[in-house]
């Protein structure tokens, strides 16, 4: 059988951003960085700089390129972007591929992406933002800059530093400086002056890659660069009075989860391509798995009566994926003495990576292996993370897929009710014969 070329450029592209998206805020238990004490004190001096700002504008062009099995994409996108403290902040689309929009104005958070919208109350600090907003600010290194710790936040899972030397960027003079990971590797130009401001990061993810091909039959070379290129910096005078006014985007739906619900929308083509949100109501699919402690994870279980049964299906490549795990993690452990059990279900991963993922997470549950995808194509996984919650009665009571910004209160709220014998409002029985 041929290999479709584009397919498996399409899937490396999508793996890798998702990796690249979440990496910046993965943590490294590797020790003490060594640290350059030339680049350490100049990284020190621009991030108190940044620290300092109250408000501040940029531009920022993010290039992401990619290669494999002969085929090459690139992708460019520019944003204009502004913050002032405590919590507005705007990330618009200016060109370039299709993007999102994120809008604070310090009472309302606004995320639109293609044709929808969602409105969230406005988180207190400019370091929730992006916690709470499903938006490309960690792609684009400014979520680095918002941090109450602007050099903690560059640092986090650095193990070693270097000050390469002085280059020219874009007409201005920088200092280059040198970052390595365990994902990946990355370089950072700053401008040489006495405010400085970055002007270029470039991140080399040849490690990732190295990690995902071995995941990617018939893949056996794959490559990628994401480039960030900052310009037009201001951060003196005021911003203009409609920097932090929110307009939809024209023909845009207002929704209440800007991610969930949306294979809703796409055409229903068979039972394969149904909806995951269609298994709302139903009995859960039975599987049997064997567990990473050796032991198994199924459905039913003889040894859980009465129990609520949350299933996470993950995976380490996904950004998204990494940053709910904790949270899915957390609130399932604090209802285990109310009889809930949760199974983090991987997907398609060799164990031992699993393990040292988990430890890099500080994340301690329950794991099941699901090496073929078989139980993934049984509760419709096509997005991850994909979180279900089957409740005392066998039956699936909630379904959230992708990202969602407000996990742990929603989460909360259905373990409350669930473990309570109460039904959720969302739970609606499946039309007669299905």
């Known amino acids: 059988m041929k290999t479709n070329k584009a397919a498996v450029l399409g899937a490396v592209v999508a793996a890798i951003c998702l990796a690249s998206a979440a990496a910046y805020a993965v943590a490294v238990d590797g020790g003490k960085p060594k640290l350059d004490p030339k ?27 990619t290669a494999s099995e ?77 941090r109450t710790d602007v050099y903690a936040a560059i640092m986090d899972g650095v193990t070693q530093t270097s000050y390469v030397g002085r280059e020219a960027v874009d007409g201005k003079e920088c200092d280059r400086l040198s970052f390595k990971q365990d994902e990946f590797d990355w370089d950072m130009w700053i401008t040489t002056n006495d405010k400085p401001v970055v002007v270029k990061v470039l991140t080399d993810m040849s490690k990732s890659m ?9 893949v056996k070379s794959a490559s990628m660069t994401v480039e960030n290129h900052f310009e037009n910096w201001s951060s003196s005078g005021e911003l203009a009075k409609d920097t932090f006014v929110f307009v939809p985007p024209e023909g845009a739906k207002k929704v209440a989860s800007l991610f969930e619900g949306m294979d809703e929308e796409a055409p229903d083509t068979g039972e394969d391509a149904a909806s995951p949100s ?129 996990l742990e209160a929603t989460l909360t709220h259905e373990l409350d009710v669930l473990t309570e014998g109460r039904p959720l409002p969302e739970a609606k029985a499946p039309p007669e014969g299905k």
């Open 210 to 218: 190295a990690t995902m091909r071995a995941d990617m039959p018939g």
């Open 70 to 146: 002969g085929m090459k994409q690139e992708i460019e996108t520019t944003y204009g972007f502004a913050m002032e403290k405590p919590n507005k902040i705007a990330l618009r689309h200016k060109r370039g591929a299709p993007a999102n929009t994120v809008v604070c104005d310090g009472g309302k958070l606004y995320v639109a992406l293609v044709n929808r919208y969602e409105v969230k109350e406005a988180p207190k600090t400019l370091e929730d933002l992006f916690q709470s907003a499903p938006m490309a600010g960690n792609m684009l290194f400014l979520d680095n800059l918002l």
């Open 39 to 65: 680049a350490d004190a100049l990284l020190r001096t621009f991030c108190e700089t940044v620290q300092a700002l109250p408000r501040f504008s940029c531009d920022v062009t993010l290039t992401m390129k």
């Open 278 to 406: 269609e298994l709302v109501g139903r009995p859960a699919p039975a599987f049997n798995l064997a567990a990473v402690d050796g032991g198994k994870a199924r459905l039913p279980d003889p040894g859980l009566t009465n129990a609520v049964v949350v299933l996470d299906f993950w995976a380490t490549w996904s950004g998204p994926g990494r940053k709910e795990l904790p949270i899915v993690a957390k609130v399932a452990a604090a209802y285990k003495d109310k009889g809930v059990v949760l199974w983090a279900v991987n997907e398609q991963e060799p164990e031992d990576r699993i393990g040292d993922y988990l430890k890099k997470l500080n994340v301690t549950c329950p794991v099941a292996l699901d090496r073929d995808g078989e139980v993934g194509g049984l509760y419709r996984v096509r997005s991850i993370p994909q979180t279900v919650i089957v409740g005392k009665d066998g039956k699936i009571r909630a379904i959230h897929v992708g990202a969602v910004s407000d």
